[in-house]
């Protein structure tokens, strides 16, 4: 009778023991920084669409100064369509190559965008509009933001990655599927190598 | 965090890998960014362009709108941000000093780097509906550069001080909490156990020098019950804090330790002792602002 008892207490102390162990070896640590990871990319995805959302804004405002670089501003419009039309969802975040082409076509518009207002520098009645400055300093603003959502992306990642690489938490990551997130890196890592090309002959 | 005992040799083993390889990037990594000031003041300028009194009149005002509005403002002047820009510059002080009410998270900077000849304004993210980053580059552009062009560093800071604080003042922030400390209790837990460890005691060996000592340590323990309850604490919170305080009372008020009674009196001579964020002196963060990159900079 005792025994038998004591049998059927055996699945209740296994379940403890595996809550334990679990809890242990950073099973709840993975779901932290699993949802700290996914609300960082929140953020990010947040700036990105408040930027695409000031674009048309900006073109249309350029568009009022009839003698401006036509190619400048078609490349904005093209960037902003391709940026987005790439969604890209907490899911698909753990596609390296999903991930790849939302960080290009977002970096393409970023470059256009910086191209676009160097280039606004040299027509005076631009420079005077009101408009345009105030559009200048909330893409600015959002460029800078932009910067912050997506350093503590890659610092959740970071923590995340090192969770499921270090020992022990990494038999919980492997028992639990649990793989390495891909973070984001600069996608014109070639051109900045190359130093700068000051050219002043020009004007 | 719960580990079995047979891998702790091994746990050991990668501790110190993990801490080899964190000294060497540490290396890597040591550039010659500008090291953030300690939080001492609500305005610190390690230019020494400003008088004294000016200063302390900023100083003032910044602690005046604290108590009156609960933000927390800062402004710091530094002579150079480099090589850093001024906004990574900002963000990094922002993040180390997170300025602003823990739970509101209301904080703002305004940091001017003198021989750059830029500054920057950047509201954390509650105040970013208050502080535009369009409101904040008028408020740069109109008012602080103006200003500076002609030097006057502590007039173009106090003007763009006054339109920052009436463009908080427009937002719907909650009030601060009253300066009367028994509200802090509630939340504040560490001002309860310093009551408890300090303030019983002392308060214990006073009376005990009226009443004599079991009268004083139940008036102690009854007088914890009432600040407890006039916290807004539970039944049992109430319940509990009564024998406590006689017991504390009890063993603070013993003769072994009444060898040094003037010292204590000395610490109590300090009306502010417990009035949290801002006593006279000193200056804490609220530890709640969060900088998300908001904000505008500029040059004159």
């Not at chain 2, 209790?185 to 560490?190: G, N, R, Y």
Request: with cysteine; proline share 5%; hydrophobic share 45%.
């Amino acid at each position: 009778m005792s025994l038998a008892r004591s049998l059927r207490a055996v699945p209740i102390f296994m379940v403890a023991l595996l809550s334990l162990l679990l809890g242990g070896c950073g099973y709840n640590d993975f779901q932290r920084l699993d949802e700290q990871t996914k609300a960082a990319w929140s953020e990010v995805l947040n700036q990105y669409q408040r930027r695409a959302d000031l674009v048309p804004n900006l073109v249309a405002t350029v568009k009022g100064e009839a003698s401006f670089e036509q190619e400048t501003l078609t490349r904005v419009v093209e960037a902003r369509a391709r940026a987005t039309a790439i969604q890209v969802t907490p899911e698909t975040l753990n596609d390296p190559q999903a991930l790849q082409r939302f960080q290009e076509a977002q970096g393409s518009l970023g470059s256009a965008l910086s191209r676009l207002l160097v280039v606004s520098e040299s027509y005076p009645t631009l420079k005077s509009n009101q408009g345009f400055q105030d559009l200048r300093v909330q893409i600015e603003g959002t460029e800078n933001r932009i910067t912050v959502a997506r350093n503590r992306y890659i610092q959740a990642v970071q923590q995340y990655n090192t969770l499921a690489r270090s020992f022990p938490s990494n038999l919980t990551a492997l028992a639990l599927n649990y793989s390495i997130k891909p973070n984001l890196s600069v996608n014109n890592e070639a051109q900045l190598s190359q130093p700068p090309a000051v050219d002043f002959q020009k004007k | 965090m719960m580990r079995s005992p047979g891998l702790a040799c091994s746990v050991l083993r990668m501790a110190l890998w993990a801490f080899t390889l964190a000294s060497l990037c540490g290396l890597a990594y040591g550039q010659a960014l500008q090291a953030i000031p300690p939080l001492s003041a609500r305005i610190i300028d390690t230019t020494a362009t400003l008088k004294t009194e000016q200063v302390q009149a900023i100083e003032a005002r910044l602690r005046a709108f604290e108590v009156a509005r609960g933000t927390q403002i800062v402004v710091l002047m530094v002579p150079t941000t480099a090589p850093e820009d001024i906004a990574d510059f900002t963000q990094r002080v922002g993040d180390a000093w997170k300025i602003g009410r823990r739970d509101i998270g209301d904080g703002l900077l305004l940091i001017v780097a003198r021989n750059d000849r830029t500054l920057r304004i950047a509201p954390a993210k509650a105040l970013e509906g208050a502080i535009p980053d369009l409101a904040a580059r008028q408020v740069i552009d109109r008012t602080i550069v103006p200003r500076f062009r002609e030097g006057d560093f502590a007039g173009g800071i106090d003007a763009g001080l006054s339109r920052l604080m009436a463009l908080i003042a427009g937002e719907a922030l909650p009030e601060p909490r009253g300066a009367g400390g028994t509200a802090r209790f509630a939340s504040d837990w560490t001002d309860a156990l310093v009551l408890l460890l300090v303030a019983i005691p002392v308060i214990a060996r006073r009376l005990a020098n009226w009443f004599g000592r079991k009268l004083a340590c139940l008036l102690t323990g009854l007088g914890a019950g009432v600040l407890t309850w006039a916290a807004g604490a539970g039944v049992i919170l109430i319940l509990l804090s009564v024998p406590l305080a006689v017991l504390w009372g009890l063993i603070a008020t013993m003769a072994v330790w009444r060898v040094h009674p003037g010292r204590q009196h000395g610490s109590w001579g300090n009306p502010n002792g417990r009035s949290g964020t801002w006593s006279e002196g000193g200056f804490r963060s609220g530890g709640g602002g969060n900088f998300g990159g908001g904000g505008a900079s500029g040059r004159w």
